[in-house]
């Protein structure tokens, strides 16, 4: 897999969930899932519905997962087209897939889909090249980097190590350091 190191190195992230009326992730995609992400979020379903009780029926829990193609998934949207893991805490929109995974110690990898763990990270079309999606900036979380900043962002030190394994994000976080414009990062077997 290839990064674009400088389209990461363009500006700064910090996730501090979105307010009411702003431009959300949690409302602006599409989130697909693999098979065995959808598994993972469906065993999480009974801590999930504490903090989206709208999920949860007498005989068990509301199916959000729309079949794409083979292996794949979209999670529904509500009908103000949120997320249907997002919840509201005063005037912020949070996600009950972090918030469950915080509750019960368990890594963000193993609850949350990759797409959400590496926003506003993707991948673009064709190849697999890891780079900043275009309307990055629309969002209040990310901004410009500014002169004397670290390298890389933390968030997305975190979200590398967090989706392809410890000491990922640090060997990326070097190579942007050097000033890497590109770095191809082998997968673990």
């Not at 409302?27 to 098979?35: D, I, L, P, W």
């Not at 919840?87 to 193993?110: D, F, K, T």
């Not at 999606?133 to 933390?154: E, V």
């Amino acid at each position: 897999m290839d990064i674009d190191l400088a389209s990461l190195r363009s500006i700064e992230h910090d996730c501090d969930c979105c307010a009411s009326g702003e431009s959300c992730c949690c409302s602006t995609y599409e989130v697909c899932v693999t098979a065995a992400e959808m598994r993972r979020i469906i065993r999480i379903m009974p801590e999930v519905v504490k903090f989206c009780p709208h999920l949860g029926r007498s005989d068990g829990y509301d199916n959000v997962f729309e079949y794409v193609e083979p292996g794949l998934y979209a999670i529904d949207t509500t009908e103000d087209g949120l997320c249907s893991f997002a919840y509201r805490v005063r005037r912020r929109i949070q996600c009950a897939l972090h918030s469950a995974g915080l509750e019960r110690g368990i890594p963000l990898s193993a609850v949350k889909p990759k797409a959400c763990l590496l926003w506003p990270l993707t991948f673009s079309e064709g190849a697999e090249v890891l780079s900043l999606t275009d309307d990055a900036l629309l969002f209040h979380c990310n901004r410009p980097k500014q002169k004397g900043s670290s390298p890389l962002s933390s968030s997305f030190t975190e979200a590398i190590e967090q989706v392809y394994g410890e000491g990922r994000g640090r060997l990326v976080e070097r190579a942007a350091g050097k000033g890497i414009k590109r770095l191809k990062l082998a997968r673990r077997r």
